[in-house]
Structure formats: C-alpha cells, structure tokens
C-alpha cells in the first residue's frame, strides 16, 4: 500500500466533519480502521460505514498503525480556540509537528492524521498538519488549501453563514447567488477608526499575516524549522511595513499615525467588536469595549500568570540591553549587537521564539502584548471566556490595537537602529550610475495611481460543516488599483555592463500638519513596493516594470487558491513554489488607498550596487516573487543589506529632508493616488 | 376552502426555513402563491416547488388575498434582534398584532401569517403570531408550542448548536444521544454572582418571563389587549417576587442581598458573558465587562436618544407623585394614588405600558433602564452593536445586572407601600380560626424541604434551521426538589362552616450576619408558596396540599411542552387553560436551593377571611393553576387583597418581628432547606 499523498490535503475540508464522512467535491472516503474512532462513533460503526458508503467516490485505505502518545497535543479540548501566541499552545503545537515531521513516510503521516483529526482540536490540527507538509521533504510539493477554506469563520462577517446555510440547503447549485458582505459591517464612520477598517479588516492581509506565521513558526523541537535565515530581522522589517502601511492608510483617510501603545497601564480608548464566531467552538469572538484596561493574568486553564510589572521589565532588559550595545545569552556570554547582524537577535528576542538567545531574562514581549490585550476581558477566566481577536495570528491585524502594539514594538527597534552608525554617501551611492528619470503610468495621467472598490467572490463551502456539498459563495469588497508600470531611465557611465537593484519605496509627501515631511519622519512611513535585480548596460537604460511583478505582493488568485481551479499542475516546480507563496502581501493592497483630490506622495527610486547586494545562491525552481516580506523558502533572504535598506537608519548629518538624503543613484518623483469611489466586479466572478 | 387552524402551528417550526419548505415531523407543504415568494425566490418558483414536491405529506392550500399594509413592521429588518424594551419595536410588533388580529377569519389569518412569515422579522413574527392566537377568540384554544421549540438559541450555551448539528447529520435518529449543557458554562465560581447563575439561567424562569410579558403584552391598538385586570399591580408584584426569590437563593449561597442598582451613574461592577448566538443573526449576544458605566443613548437605528438625566427626572417625577399622593394624567387631572388602585397606577407608570397614565411625563423608567444596560457597549450604534441579554425579555433574567435594577424598581414601589395605612389586627385577623399546627412532609425529616441537582433533555431540533429532520436532545442541569405536601391544623370556632383563603409564604429566619431578621426586612424576602381557597368546617379540619398544586407553579411538562407529546388533546377545555397557562413559576424552582447544612427558614401560614378575599367570577374551564404570578386569562384577578398581602405594607406599631406580627389565624413552623450536591436524572428521560 502507498498513499497517494494528494489525499491528505481532503483532511483540511470541512474541519469538524468526521473523518469517516466523504470528503471534498468528489466525496472520497478514508477507510478508517475501527480503533481509529472516536469513543463517540466506535459504538455505531458498522451503522455509520452502511450510512456514509452509498454514492460515494474513491476509496482510500488507512494502514492501521501504533498510535505515539498524544497526550500533550490532546490537552487542548477539541472545540476551545487555538492560539500560537499562549506558550501552553505553542509546545502542544510543537509536539505534534514534530510527530508528524517524523513519521517516516507518507501512508504512516496519513495514519496519524486521520487518528488525530477527529481527537485533535481543529485548529491546533490545521495548523501542525500544514508545517508539517510544508517542511516535509516528502510532501512539501504539496499545494495546501488556502486556511480561509477551511476556516472561512475568521476572515468573514457571522452573519453570511445562516444565510449561506439557508443558500446550501434550499437552492440547486445551478441557481445559487453570492452572499453579498456588507462593506462596512464591523463600525460605522461615527468610529473614526473605522475608517480604516478596510484595510484593517482585508481577507489578503489577514491570509498573508497567518500564512507568514506559517513559514516561521514559533516552536519547534527540530531547530531548522525555527532558525530560518534572517527570521527575527525579517519579523522586525515585515511588522515595520505593516505599520508604515496602516500609517499610509491613515493618511488616505485624514487620520494622524497611530499612537504607539506605550504605556499597558492606560486604558485603551479603542473599542473593537469583530462580529465573528468560531463555527468550530460555535462562540463568538469575544469584542473589546471602548476604554479596557489590561490586567495581570492568572489564568491556569492556559499555564499563564504574568504580572504588567513583567511586561515592564523585559522592556526594560531590553532597552538596557540595546544602550549598551550587548545581549546576555542564556550562558552568561555576552552577544554584541552588531550593525548588520544585531537587528536579528532583537528581532528574535522581542517576537519571541525559540531561537531567542535567552527568554528566560529578556523574556516574551511581543507575543504577552497580544495575550495580555486578547485577555483584558477575563484575565483571571472567572467568566470562561477565550481570547479575543488579537490572540490569533489568522485574526489580530482586524483590531485598531493590533497597529497600536506594533508602532511601540517597532518603537523597541528603532532605540537599536538610531543607535547604529548612519550610512555614508559611499555605502549609498553607486558611482557612476544616474537614475535620471522615474515615471509612473497605467493608462491615465502619468504618475498617478488609481485606486478604487472592488467585489470578489469566495467560496464558503469547504469551511462550512453539515451543509449539501456544493460551492457557495461570499461576496466582499476590497480596494483594488489600476495595474500600472514603473519606468526607469538609468545612466551607466561606468563604461561597462554592470548588475543593480532597483529599489523602490513610497512615501506621503506631507505630514499631519500639511507640511513637508522631516526625513526622520518619512523613513519610517516608507513603503516597500518593489525591489529587483537588473542588468545596466553602458550608457542609458530603460526599464520597465509591472506592479503585477512587485517582490512584495502576491497575485489575487493565490492569496485566495481553492484545491480546485487557479492553480498549477501537481507535483512541478511551479507548484511548489506555489505553496510558500501563499505567504505575501495580496497584490491588490499594494498600493494605499489615497485620496478623492489625490493624495501626494513621493515615489523613491534606488539603483544599488549589486555586488554589495548579492545572496550566493541557487534560486531556480524556488518561490521568489514576494521575497521582500516573506523570504525565500529553503534559501536565505535574497538581499544582503539590512531589511528596509537605506532606510533603515537615520540618515546623515545634513540629510533633513528626503532631497538631501539623494545620491546620484536615486531619484524622487513626485505622484498622486486618487481614490474614485466606485465598485466594480471582478472580472471571472460568477 | 377552510383552513384548519392547527396548521398555523407549523409556522413556528424552524423559523428562518422559507415557508415553502415542508413543515414539521410530516412535512407538511403550504402551498404559497407564488406573488407570496419573497424576491430571492420568486425567480425560481417553479424549480423550488419541484425540489420540495417529493416525499412529503399534507398540502395546505393558501389562498391569495390582498395585503394590508406592511410598511411599519416591515422596518425591522429580518436579521435584527426585536427587543419589546425598545419603543419602535414596540410599535412595529403592536402595528402587526393588530393586523393579525384583526383578519376576518382563519383563512385570511392564515394568508398574512405564511405572506409574513419570511419577510417579517422571525423574532417579531413569533412575538406577534403568539399574541394574537392566544387573544383572538376563534384561535385562544390553540395549543402554542413553547418558545424555547423556535428559539433554542436564546435558553441555551451556543457551543451545543455546532455539536447538535453533527449529531443530526452523521448519527441515525435512533442512535442519538442527548448533548450535555455543562452545568456552569458562563462563568465559574471565582466569579461569586456566579453561585447564583443556575437561578439567573434556568429555562424555565426565563420562559415564564417571556411567557409572562406575551400574556401582558406592552402595546396595541386594541386596548383591552394591554390593559388587563390590576395588570400594573402584577408588574409590580411578579417582579418583587423575583427578587425576593433571587435574594433567598443568594442567602442560599453565602451571598448578601442584591444591591439595588440605584445610581445609574455609577459603574457596574458585574460582568456577564452570556455565551449565546442568536441563530437567525448569526450574532453573538454582547457580554458586558466588568465595571462597564452606562452613557447617554443616541441610536437613530431604534429611533432612541435619552440621556441619564432624562431616568433621574423620570425618578423624581414619580417620587413627587408618590409624596404627594397623585399622580396628573395627560388631561393634567389628578388621580389620587388609594390604597387599594395606587399600586396598579404606580406599576403601569413604571413598566410602562401603553396604558400609562401619562408617559409624556412619567417617561418609561422601567423599560429605559433596561435599554440603557442594554446598549451599555454601543451607546451611540458607532460599532453597529445590538442590545445584550437585558434588551430582551426572553434573556434578561440570565443577567445578575436584572436583579440590580429590579431591587431599585422595587424600592420605588416600596416608596409608595411604605406610605399606606398599616394593616391593623382587624385587616389581618380572622375571628374564630386559629391555624393550631403547621407541618411540611416529603418522605423525610419533617420540616426539612430538600433540594438537588436534576438533568433533564429537551429537543433542539425544531429551532434547529437547515437541518436533517429528527430529534435531537440537550441534557441541561437544574435545581429540583422532593415533592412534599403542606399539613395544617386549623381550628373554626365560629360556631359555622366557613370558607377561608390559605395563604402560604416562606423566608430566610436569619439575616447576612446571622442574626433574627427584623420584620421589615424579613416581610421583603416572603416568597409566595402557594394559595388556595378552602371550606374550614366547625372544629378542628386538617388540611394537606400538596407542593404540585402550587398556586404559583406551573409542571415542569408545561413549562417545556413540545407540539406533540405531553399535552391535552386538541381543542378540548383543558387545552385551551394549557395555553395561558405557559405563564407559571416552574415547579422546579418553587423552593430556593437552601444548603448542605440546612438553611433555617420560617414557613407562614395564614387563613384569611373568604368573604374579603373573593372575586365573584365563572372560574369553570379557565386556566387558574398558577394565578399568583400571572393571573386568569380573561378573569378579574382572583383576590381581591392586594398583591402580597400581609406582606406588602409596613407592619403595625410594635411588630417588630414575625411572632409580633401573628394573629390567631397564622402560624409560623421553622423549617430548613437541604440541598445535596447530587444530580439525578428525570425520570422519563431518553
């Protein structure tokens, strides 16, 4: 017997359906070895194999293997939430990775799957099940489902699933209808935080932000699967985009940056009512009220008891640590904070990780931030709730706090990064190559982005348990942009062809106050949108480049991959790669949404020099489209300069403004983003 | 045609299932005109008709008549919650018992109701089909089913729904088994109000609730629907019972009284986290935190704008009223508040209802207070949020916020009692009788009422939308008690046969710190037991009663009667009392919990004089089992004594403990309550 391993990708559907219950569109059937049930339907199982075996599809045998002990992974109950964010969780989690890593082939890992899938919370079960499958060499060819096909409920309005059951049950497939998501369903504008709920509230941001936490997981027991190249520096720079984004969003939408939330003993003024349910524990997302305070926890259900007065003290380790230039590892030895590799080592202890040097001292910020804020609401469980949207990583980027939290984390950052040596004009420059004009067209006026509403159609059908098969669909409303070109004309006078990076970020032109942004300020509002090596001949060049190409984004159609349609052919390359790119920022939020009037902005063009930028390495048949944000599976991070290079520092003496800041090598263009307020369908939906 | 009207029960079956869809366990088909279809599914009318043509049972013709007009009630949107607290809903649901109620005849009752059924509010609907089947003459004797049946989802932990559903589509109806409602789900014993939730929470205390304001509905154009005999005297009455219950189970719990919620201005240190759906919104109900503060309510979606100073003027307005002893109706007439009609006056200006005597100015105190807890979250709709559990009558009383404000809603009416003549020895006496010997039996000690843990099921399956068909049971935990039987001596020296009233009430012997309650304290803790009339023949007579034939219970059969088992045959007297009837205390909760020790209590006695306590009436084929708390349908309420007497005014000069108070014809007996921690399961159970 060997599995077909395609199979093991039906135990992502419907995730509270048995295992026994056929699966997927063509309804194939595990045949589960008697032992493997549950206590529940042990009893009933010659009942149930009669019921569930006419008009049935492919039958797929179960090898009847010895169960390894699950005792940790089974003491979360199979209907609490799941949370990577509570260490208690984290180590269940790891456990179970690392059982499913280890099984030595792929009909025992289709064993154990189905054993724990009906035992195992469904969650905890998805999410081990697919770092399993994305790190097993065995399996990493595997094109895994999109998590909002199987959990539709973290991404989608509550009230689309009665009607979408009503839509299931009472009209033929032929005939059924979208479910339509209102746009403005969380808030209305009298919440001024609510206008940015779009952003906030994206299904491709979310995806990106869990399926980012996919690639680098917390916990471990086999340390390649954490240690990945660069992770703590790739967590400070991908969480620093987010923030310098929303800041963007925020200006589209007259709202000043986000206040740093600094001070955990303030009570935090932003409200958040999600308006989700988890259908697999049928309770709600607990909301936050206007005004909470946070509170010590003490909570043993979860193994946490944590004071503020913990929470203050890590930050305070590591503020010491930062001044004075050095860590304490676990050993007592002391890890100096270098220019290029010291962001890392924060980056690490701040998340935290397992690879953090020593969490025992400078503890567990980041993550304890989220718990502490999820848990306002009950922090000692005497009301049994869960957490609230912020402790999840498939759910915290919906809620006002969640930038909050991050603008001060990435507060921590900065203490390092203003600390380090500013770039001088010779690690700058490029010499002998001009970028000597920039435009930006798409169709319209040059140098003005167009941004609008769009509606896209999701099928809820596979997340939607004890419903008739057949896809239904959900429809929402998304910003969208017209697809554009940079073109870039570059001097080489060096006299020879030569390699350069193009760098590309944007920036508002003005701040709060409608003045000209300060450089200090601006940098950290730069946005990533595009990075890309290229060949420069002698003399001039001309480049061009689609915003479909960005190195940060991700197509539409792979933000949301169905097992089904939009995808490549199983089992090549181009599928593998698929996979990790599941990770990346969605493509159509590339662009901020801007103003009606046009937003000013100022596009930032860079030509560097590429044999200071160059990774050695292999990268044919590797996912590397949306490296910026995410990586490269297997591979290091492709760029040897810090992350958010040259922004990353503060700039030189005399350099106030962004025009100051300009080599020869750069250039700024001056653009607009307009906002038309229009909603179009997207073309292909049904 | 001629509809037979047991068909307008299947209209409360699976309320969000369209109308075309079979009903009930014979699938029953209305067949619709097809102008009735809603637009979503008139397009594919014919379609729909053959889906659900095969294998079903009766067809029911529904003849096409003309609509009235539907503008107001149509407002509500069919995804909202409907909340009898807030005016507007109020007077959509009154606008549609008026339509329902003033159809000609059953055929055309029946074409509105199916034309509404999927268009109105399915909350609204039921709310307003009950109404006016239970006051229309022709429909009075039709058997409602309990509105746990539509509405599960308001009496029961959401998280059972998702189990429910699995066990309705995998298992056989015959292999089923009942999924178990933990006990404590809300919250846990560090939350100390939560020793009392198996109070707050039970079904059947919040079904009567429910039932008790369908029997007193709040509004309608037809005026001799809401202006019941001594109807604002019950409000006040039934309500102080409760607290005067919920104040014994606290003692029950090493709980100090309730605090009155007697400054809206101040923060309301108990949190609740209610832990229910609503199914046909697909929305949570909103928990509330802990020291959450009220605010001034501005919402144009439930047409309200009320500030706090608006309830403190609405306060004053009453207290002038009750210190000067009138109040000024709409014509500015005084109406002097007697001491036999000022209560019933004082308790319509106070809930309020429509027959207020002036709601311009009383306001809506008792109502608002509800909205204002209710809205606490969302003040001004910013977060699109609806009411929490207080906004609805069928919740509120899971919220230990209820018993809080209803303590202060008492102490308004006690303002009032306080003021009245003291009732002299001649009001209380009744020369000749003396009540010579008290004694309670339940098989046990004598004098010791014992109380436990009883699991009984209830099916979910009718309220369960776009499911498979069959039963499936919950298994919920409540309290219960023996029965037991009252046997008292009572001796007629009146020389003659005579009739007397029975009156039977208990309370705590004790106070929170232990010591003997003062009578002014103790007469606000007196739960109603049971009344009844009897013949005191010369002599000595010994009368036994026994606690099923309570006065103000109703069997735990009623308070969850299904359509089908457990109930008279259709159309005979005895269904027709049913009816009304689904208003009563639950028996299982006639006596509080008490404590393993045994918690001291003082059982009251008292004969009263017949000829002073009688209503002349027909009482013959009327519902008057559990009179105390709800009254007679279509009676004069059956005592002509105030509510509560003799407990409801202050007591004379000089009695300042029970034994002072006592006249001949009373007799207190100590007795205790012991509750055991064990749980049993009812018998009858599957």
């Not at 399993?132 to 489902?145: G, I, Q, W």
């Not at 929402?476 to 942009?481: D, M």
């Amino acid at each position: 017997m060997s599995a077909n391993k395609n199979n093991l990708l039906l135990l992502f559907d419907r995730p509270s359906e048995p295992v026994f219950v056929p699966k997927g569109e063509n309804k194939t059937v595990f045949d589960v070895p008697d032992k493997f049930l549950t206590d529940r339907y042990r009893p009933i199982g010659t009942q149930l194999a009669n019921r569930f075996n006419a008009d049935t599809g492919d039958r797929v045998p179960v090898r009847n293997i010895s169960i390894p002990n699950l005792d940790l992974p089974l003491q979360l109950k199979r209907r609490d939430i799941f949370s990577l964010f509570i260490p208690k969780h984290r180590k269940m989690a790891g456990k179970l990775i690392d059982i499913f890593v280890g099984m030595r082939n792929v009909d025992d890992l289709q064993s154990i799957a189905v054993y724990c899938r009906d035992r195992i919370n469904p969650y905890m079960f998805n999410y081990c099940l697919s770092v399993a499958l994305l790190h097993r060499e065995d399996t990493k060819d595997l094109p895994l489902p999109s998590f909002i096909q199987s959990f539709p409920d973290k991404y989608v309005d509550s009230a689309v699933f009665s009607r979408a059951r009503e839509e299931a049950t009472v009209v033929p497939e032929g005939s059924r209808t979208p479910i339509i998501i209102p746009k403005d369903y969380t808030a209305s504008d009298l919440d001024e935080e609510h206008r940015v709920a779009y952003f906030r509230e994206d299904m491709g941001i979310n995806l990106h932000h869990w399926h980012w936490h996919l690639v680098y997981p917390f916990e471990s027991a086999n340390r390649d699967i954490v240690n990945k190249d660069r992770r703590g520096e790739l967590f400070y720079y991908m969480h620093e985009q987010i923030v310098a984004r929303y800041n963007f969003e925020r200006f589209s939408n007259n709202l000043g940056k986000v206040k740093r939330f600094n001070d955990l003993r303030q009570p935090i003024a932003e409200g958040y009512f999600p308006k989700m349910d988890s259908l697999v524990a049928s309770r709600a997302w607990p909301p936050r009220f206007a005004n909470t305070r946070l509170a010590d926890i003490n909570r043993s259900v979860d193994q946490i008891r944590i004071d503020l007065s913990d929470m203050e003290q890590w930050r305070d380790r590591y503020r010491a640590a930062v001044e004075q230039g050095f860590v304490t590892n676990r050993n007592g030895q002391r890890m100096p904070l270098t220019e290029e590799g010291g962001i890392d080592i924060l980056g690490n202890i701040i998340e935290s990780s397992s690879i953090s040097p020593n969490q025992a001292f400078y503890g567990d910020l980041h993550n304890m931030g989220h718990v502490f804020i999820a848990l306002a609401h009950d922090p000692d469980h005497r009301h049994l709730e869960t957490f609230s949207v912020m402790g999840d990583s498939g759910t915290a980027m919906r809620d006002p706090i969640f930038y909050r939290w991050h603008a001060y984390i990435d507060d921590l950052f900065q203490l390092h990064k203003g600390s380090l040596p500013r770039y001088t004009v010779a690690r700058l420059d490029y010499p002998g190559i001009t970028v000597s004009n920039v435009q930006v067209t798409d169709g319209g006026t040059p140098n003005n982005f167009r941004t609008f509403w769009q509606q896209s159609d999701i099928d809820l059908s596979r997340g939607m348990d004890f419903t008739p098969r057949g896809a239904v669909f959900a429809r929402f409303t998304h910003l969208q942009h017209e697809p554009f070109a940079y073109n870039i004309t570059v001097n080489n006078a060096s006299g020879s062809d030569v390699m350069g990076t193009v760098r590309i970020f944007m920036a508002p032109k003005f701040d709060e106050r409608g003045l000209p942004m300060q450089f200090r300020d601006q940098r950290l509002m730069m946005i990533e949108l595009d990075k890309f090596a290229t060949t420069l001949r002698s003399g001039q060049n001309s480049i061009q480049r689609r915003s479909s190409d960005s190195s940060v984004t991700i197509p539409f159609e792979r933000t949301f991959r169905s097992l089904d349609a939009n995808r490549p052919t199983a089992g090549t390359a181009a599928e593998s790669e698929f996979n990790f790119c599941g990770c990346g920022w969605p493509n159509h939020m590339l662009i901020p949404k801007g103003t009606p009037q046009g937003l000013a902005a100022e596009l930032f063009v860079m030509v560097s020099n590429y044999t200071d930028d160059r990774v050695e390495q292999e990268l044919v048949g590797t996912c590397n489209d949306s490296d910026s944000y995410c990586g490269i599976r297997d591979r290091l991070y492709p760029d040897r300069r810090n992350m958010g290079y040259p922004f990353d520092r503060m700039p030189r003496q005399g350099a106030d403004t962004l025009a100051d800041f300009l080599t020869p090598n750069m250039r700024v263009q001056d653009v607009t983003i307009t906002f038309t307020d229009r909603t179009v369908l997207r073309p292909n939906t049904t």
